[in-house]
Nanobody, 122 residues
Framework: EVQLVESGGGLVQAGGSLRLSCAAAGCSVEDYAIGWVRQAPGKEREGVSCLSSDGDTSYADSVKGQFTISSDIAKNTVTLQMNSLEPGDTAVYYC????????????????WGQGTQVTVSS
């Protein structure tokens, strides 16, 4: 059974940084494309970044140059480094896995973590 567990969310002031981590169990992070999907209050889920099983990265236009996704194979984790955070980045952030090579479409993801709250104050 694939399990994804997020950590690292919290409250940060605008301009600050947070580092989210996704720990995988029951699989290797190399087995799937792992992405980060966020959902702000009253909005649909938005794919913000994806790391393919081959190590290719992709980002939504809204976070390019601001977020960086990476993996640590030894720790079986995928990390999302978020810099220059703005109140508009406030959302629940989910780690998710897909059997596709990569995707930024939340509907393509098959495995989901429980989510971690990120709140950016102005």
């Amino acid at each position: 059974e694939v399990q994804l567990v997020e950590s690292g969310g919290g409250l940060v002031q605008a301009g600050g940084s947070l580092r989210l981590s996704c720990a995988a169990a029951g699989c290797s992070v190399e087995d799937y494309a792992i992405g980060w999907v966020r959902q702000a209050p009253g909005k649909e889920r938005e794919g913000v970044s994806c790391l393919s099983s081959d190590g290719d990265t992709s980002y939504a236009d809204s976070v390019k140059g601001q977020f960086t996704i990476s993996s640590d194979i030894a720790k079986n984790t995928v990390t999302l480094q978020m810099n220059s955070l703005e109140p508009g980045d406030t959302a629940v952030y989910y780690c998710a896995g897909t059997n596709l090579f990569w995707s930024l479409d939340a509907a393509d993801y098959d495995y989901w973590g429980q989510g971690t709250q990120v709140t950016v104050s102005s």
